[in-house]
């Protein structure tokens, strides 16, 4: 059968997208897939299951993947397969294939850069629908105080999951395309990295898994017949459809599940295109599942952008910050300093891997090879590196557009002509803020290479990862929580973790501004136990050959009265990081406080600072807020952790107790 039948065929039954073909580039697509198909068939000799292979060398497939493939055609059924190569040529294809679609449109004022809407019921990660398949719930979960609901982690028995997977799987790729992707997190060989494997119907997903991770045939090489983790993925919309998509999206909220299964190295999610539901690399692997291999092979997987601080005299440092989605990682990551002289540069933006090395320092890499990061907010006064990294070569989801064919998102007003018309990201047309509802969604994201980014660290794909000095915690708090505090010692800032709040935000699907617990920032992550993860990382206090970084907790997000941050945020909180690294130099800076050692008098350096900023409010302590602090963070201790709650994390709660107590 000829490449374009198996197109044609395939969109038969969705008559609008044979229109969308003309518009697009098919001489180009022709070109592609008639050689594609060259290429595939006159290699396939070895496919056994006589399924179209549509673009890729079957051969070139190690053995294990080739079964994992095999087992899924069969079960989900697609009509073609496309054996993904990471080339440019490849992701053309991909670009036409998704115009042609309709998910994807090209925004002309940036370079090869594109413009996707969802259906807006696929707009966010769906932790309600999230689970970890494992015998024991115990091992996933800490069983809650009875008549409580555990909010740390969803379980499912293997049965219950065999069953619905089962209603879902089978046949869901019906007349669609099966691609194979195979992506290193991490450098491709390095000895930190891991590889995956992801099984999709979605192009728009293998598009951004090519932005995202390493992808493609050197993958293959690297793995050779080793084990990978398995990643199926489908957007549960087999063709034809049997109702109209909306917005040509197709995805399948209502069976929308996302499962992990620690035993079989493998991740399953169905009914979502969105995100961390779909791009399985990231959430689901690097962190889910991480952090149960980590928990296995003594590292750890965290929710962290990791950045290099420079300061006036040419000292360097590497950080590493675990805030909630949406709570300022990407901005931090990618920060331009206030304070003169000094420079931040980006190892990651997301996702910390790390391991302490044979001399007791920890290292850390990034997996990741892009960002996925939130639209609304960066502009060129809050992130000038971001919106530099994102001119080109960049998909765009749940953006608004301008009529001159680049983005706008709320925080852009300044930076867009006063004459360019926006539609929002719901398609309305002439759209103003007097509408009332947000040009663009609040979790819109951009997707973008990480090698783009104009101040990444020369040594962010360094093999062997960057020595972090320091782990920074922090949240949204809109009250009572200091700029910055330090813990008093390991054990102390393992508590300081746990015992972490946010207000929610788009991110998932949470309402409204409740200040959430997510300790770590890794509540909606955790792979396994949150007791025994806490005992994971109390186990490194007791090796003594470790250098463990000191531990920080910031909170760039206190309110006043009227509502306002007190903080000017953003390059100033270059400020913080400055006192930290003094600190970790071994600086005499800070004075004892009942929640951590926070910065003596004039110890933060505010030099050309152009705001008046309200120190006093912003460091003050005030003991009531404090008190219900220690009885929120004890109730909720004892009602989710439970039983596996560790006695020294009970122990720095009542110290903190007492301290807060005997406060003036
Ligand atoms: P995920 O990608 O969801 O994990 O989020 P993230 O932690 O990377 O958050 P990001 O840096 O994208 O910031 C999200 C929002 O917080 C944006 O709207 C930012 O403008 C805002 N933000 C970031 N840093 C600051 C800050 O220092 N002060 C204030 N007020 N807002 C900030
Ligand atoms: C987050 O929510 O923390 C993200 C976005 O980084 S997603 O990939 O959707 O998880
Ligand atoms: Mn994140």
Redesign the pocket.
């Known amino acids: 059968m000829g490449s374009l039948e198996i197109i044609r065929r395939n969109s038969a039954s969705m008559p609008a997208q044979e229109m969308r073909e003309e518009t697009c580039c098919p001489k180009f697509a022709t070109r592609i897939l008639k050689e594609a198909v060259k290429a595939g068939t006159s290699q396939s000799h070895g496919y056994a299951t006589q399924k179209n292979l549509l673009y890729g060398y079957w051969n070139k497939l190690p053995k294990k993947v080739q079964s994992y493939v095999e087992e899924n055609i069969k079960i989900c059924k697609p009509s073609t397969l496309h054996i993904c190569d990471g080339s440019d040529r490849e992701n053309e294809l991909l670009m036409y294939i998704l115009q042609r679609d309709g998910m994807i449109k090209p925004l002309p004022k940036l370079e090869n850069c594109w413009l996707a809407k969802t259906d807006p019921a696929d707009v966010a990660r769906v932790e309600s629908k999230t689970f970890i398949s494992t015998e024991e719930e115990r091992d996933t979960i800490p069983i809650p105080k009875s008549g409580v609901k555990g909010t740390l982690g969803k379980w499912m028995s293997p049965e219950d999951l065999d069953t619905e997977l089962n209603m879902r799987f089978p046949g869901c790729m019906e007349g669609r395309t099966m691609y194979v992707i195979p992506f290193s997190m991490g450098p491709v060989g390095s000895p930190l990295s891991k590889i995956g494997i992801q099984l999709t119907d979605s192009a728009y997903v293998v598009a951004s898994m090519r932005v995202m991770t390493r992808m493609g045939s050197k993958v293959l090489s690297t793995l050779g017949n080793n084990e990978f983790i398995k990643c199926l993925h489908s957007v549960g919309r087999p063709l034809p459809l049997q109702e109209k998509l909306n917005n040509n999206w197709p995805c399948n909220p209502k069976q929308t599940i996302i499962a992990h299964l620690p035993a079989k190295n493998e991740i399953c999610s169905y009914g979502s295109g969105y995100g961390g539901n779909s791009l399985l690399g990231k959430k689901c692997f690097a962190l889910r599942l991480g952090s149960i291999l980590g928990h296995r092979e003594g590292w750890l997987a965290e929710?962290m952008?990791i950045l290099g601080l420079e300061n006036d005299k040419g000292e360097k440092k590497y950080m590493a910050a675990a805030?909630?989605?949406?709570?300022?990682?990407?901005?931090?990551?990618m920060m331009t300093p206030t304070l003169p002289g000094y420079k931040v540069t980006c190892v990651g933006?997301?996702i910390a891997w790390m391991r302490f090395d044979k001399d007791g320092r920890l290292r850390a890499i990034n997996p990741e090879a892009g960002f996925?990061?939130?639209a609304?907010?960066?502009s060129m006064k809050?992130?000038p590196n971001a919106m530099k990294t994102i001119t080109r070569n960049t998909v765009f989801t749940n953006v608004a557009e301008t009529s001159e064919g680049s983005v706008f998102w709320e925080?852009l007003e300044e930076e867009v002509p006063r004459t360019a018309q926006i539609t929002s990201w719901l398609g309305v047309p002439e759209w103003t803020p007097d509408s009332g509802k947000p040009a663009a969604h609040p979790n819109s994201?951009f997707c973008t290479p990480a090698k783009q980014c104009p101040i990444m660290d020369p040594d962010w794909e360094s093999p062997e990862g960057v020595p972090i000095d320091a782990i920074i915690f922090g949240g949204r708090r809109p009250e009572g929580v200091p700029l910055v505090y330090e813990a008093y010692n390991w054990n102390h800032g393992v508590f300081i973790g746990a015992s972490m709040r946010s207000e929610a935000?788009a991110?998932a699907e949470h309402k409204g501004k409740v200040v959430m617990h997510d300790p770590f920032a890794m509540r909606p992550f955790f792979g396994y136990n949150f007791g025994h993860y806490l005992k994971h990382w109390l186990s490194f206090q007791e090796q003594s050959n470790l250098k463990l970084p000191k531990i920080y907790h910031v909170n760039?997000?206190r309110k006043d009265d009227q509502g306002k941050?007190i903080?000017?945020?953003?390059g100033?909180?270059s400020r913080v990081l400055d006192w930290i690294f003094r600190r970790v130099n071994g600086e005499d800076c800070a004075v004892q406080s009942a929640v951590g050692n926070i910065p003596t008098p004039n110890s933060l350096n505010m030099e050309g600072i152009n705001q008046n900023v309200d120190m006093e409010a912003l460091f003050a302590l005030p003991k009531d807020f404090w008190q219900r602090e220690v009885k929120e963070v004890s109730k909720y201790f004892d009602e989710q952790v439970n039983e596996d709650l560790p006695p020294e994390i009970m122990q720095e709660l009542r110290k903190l107790e007492t301290r807060v107590n005997t406060m003036l």
């Open positions: 929710h952008l805030f909630p989605s949406a709570c300022g990682k990407t901005n931090l990551a933006d997301d996925f990061g939130v609304p907010g960066t809050t992130n925080g994201r935000t991110a760039w997000f941050f903080w000017p945020g953003f100033e909180n």
